[in-house]
């Protein structure tokens, strides 16, 4: 087994670049919880490409995703809108309620072991976390209790890319 690793990030490549490495290794579950997906960048051709590698993959990979404001994803994601339509029982967004959309962190977090965790939405600062499932276990507990108190998330607009 590898030994866990945490690596900070402080600026917004970094974070995308730590999003990449948690993609790359994922192979069963994504867990994400953000406002509203802008800054994870999943609309960026390589990006979508490595989010459907997984969710296409021979495990066939599940994304859960929590958000504050569904608009981006509703009319600004044609690529992700488009795994929706193509993987409709491997993805799943909710809306968080009213009460905790002043929560400002924002989470990707992959079969338990890597994650990358923003300390605050506004600000490019966090960490990677890899192979580290001690470290990550509050941070799972943390997203199934927004996913449980989250609404599912009606999904319109066009589709296309």
Known sequence: MTEPKSTPFNSEADYRSAIDGVLLVAQKEIFLFDSDLERLGLEEKGRAARLEAFIAGAEKGRLRGVVHDASRLNAHSPRLRELLRRFP?????????????????????????????????????????????????????????????????????????
């Open 89 to 161: 029982l491997s993805i799943e967004f909710r809306q968080s309620p009213e009460n905790m959309r002043h929560l400002a962190d924002c989470l990707l977090l992959a079969d338990g072991n890597h994650g990358v965790i923003r300390f605050h939405a506004d600000h490019a600062r966090g960490k990677q976390v890899l192979q580290d499932p001690v470290e990550l276990a509050p941070r799972i507990l943390r997203f199934e209790e927004l996913w449980q108190a989250s609404q599912p998330l009606p999904l319109t607009g066009v589709l296309g890319l």
